[in-house]
């Protein structure tokens, strides 16, 4: 009889173990599947049981880049309750010439959005329209802001100064895990993206899988190639200079000067730097090294602008 009840107790645990591991692996996938799709930018999700929490966080969507795109996100996502991975090829403040005049318009989202005091502390200028320039004559075109709050401008800026604001507002959310490393490749099963697989800031070959993964790698994409085929023209290079201690003739104004053979924009950066994109058509630029730029910039372009300054 005591022997039955040992054997009864014995199959009872094994019986147990194997339930509780069932309850868990359920619990496990039901969490994978919990989320629905985040709109747009989505590349895919995947399918019930196919969810692996291999880094002990329990990441529900991985977000590939901390642009502006990417960090936007990852904090809407992270203030909705989602565990958000971000993987970033590099974490310290870029230093680029793109995205430096924010629209009216991309204020407003901002607030929308509650990312408005990343224009703060870091010298950005507020900018109420444009100035156009050609042939010696000028003309200003103000935004209509009058029906908005009086704080509601465009704002212009060092682009790496309001990423890095963007990327600690994202990561000061407990359930957005920003890391260093470049992703390779995504995972694909069966049509089916699955997560990615990056290298991380110490050279580790690593993967990482989620329900969502969300490509926001930028214009110079490693990745879209594997999800589309892009065609891309490029009739002109933008060349940027940034200007020392000058003043644009409408202070808080865009300057678009329609020069010859194309355009020149000018617009403050911070309150002593002045940012001055200069368009050269075709795709092979004039060369710094031998001086052919400089050339180009003192003999085509400055007699254009000497005018606006
Ligand atoms: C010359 C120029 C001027 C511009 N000026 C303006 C402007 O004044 N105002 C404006 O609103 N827009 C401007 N734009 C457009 C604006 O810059 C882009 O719309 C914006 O930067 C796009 O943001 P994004 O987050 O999609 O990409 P990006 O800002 O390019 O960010 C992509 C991020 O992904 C990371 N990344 C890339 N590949 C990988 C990988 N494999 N693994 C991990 N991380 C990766 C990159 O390091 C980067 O941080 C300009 C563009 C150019 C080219």
């Known amino acids: ?19 509780h591991y069932a309850l868990r692996d359920k619990e496990r996938k039901d969490n994978c599947h919990r989320h629905h799709r985040a709109d747009g930018l989505v590349t895919s999700s995947s399918e019930i049981g196919q969810c692996r929490q291999d880094d002990g966080f329990g990441t529900d969507i991985i977000i590939v880049g901390a642009g502006v795109a990417g960090s936007a996100l990852a904090h809407t996502l992270g203030k909705d309750g989602r565990r958000v991975h971000v993987i970033e090829r590099d974490l310290t403040e870029p230093d680029r010439i793109v995205g430096e005049l ?19 502390e870091i010298d950005a200028q507020r900018v109420l329209g444009y100035a156009l320039f050609k ?28 990423i890095q604001r963007m990327r600690e507002k994202a990561a000061s959310l407990s359930n957005v895990r920003m890391e260093q490393g470049t992703v390779t490749s995504l995972l694909e099963e069966n049509g089916t993206i699955k997560g ?4 991380t800031k110490a ?3 690593l993967k990482a899988y989620a329900p969502l993964t969300i490509v926001c790698d930028g214009c110079f ?3 879209r190639r594997s999800l589309c085929n892009p065609k891309v023209d490029v009739p002109s290079c933008f060349v940027g200079l ?14 678009v ?53």
């Open 1 to 19: 009889m005591f022997h039955l009840y040992i054997l009864g107790a014995f199959f009872a645990s094994v019986l147990g173990f194997f339930l």
């Open 102 to 120: 924010l629209q009216p318009g991309g204020y407003l989202k901002l607030i929308e959005l509650g990312l408005e005091d990343c224009v703060e």
């Open 135 to 162: 042939d010696g004559k000028n003309t200003r075109l103000s935004y209509p802001l009058e029906k908005f709050h009086s704080d509601v401008a465009g704002r212009s800026f060092h682009n790496g100064r309001f």
């Open 196 to 199: 990615v697989q990056y290298k």
């Open 203 to 205: 050279g580790q070959e």
């Open 221 to 223: 994409s490693n990745l």
């Open 242 to 255: 940034v200007l020392e201690n000058c003043q644009l003739p409408f202070a808080n104004h865009g300057h």
């Open 257 to 309: 000067i329609l020069a010859d053979p194309s355009p020149i924009l000018c617009y403050p950066i911070s309150s002593t730097e002045v940012r001055c994109l200069v368009d050269v058509p075709g795709q092979k630029l004039p060369s710094i090294a031998n001086g052919e730029m400089a050339n180009y910039l003192k003999t085509r372009v400055a007699p254009q602008v000497s005018f606006a300054f």
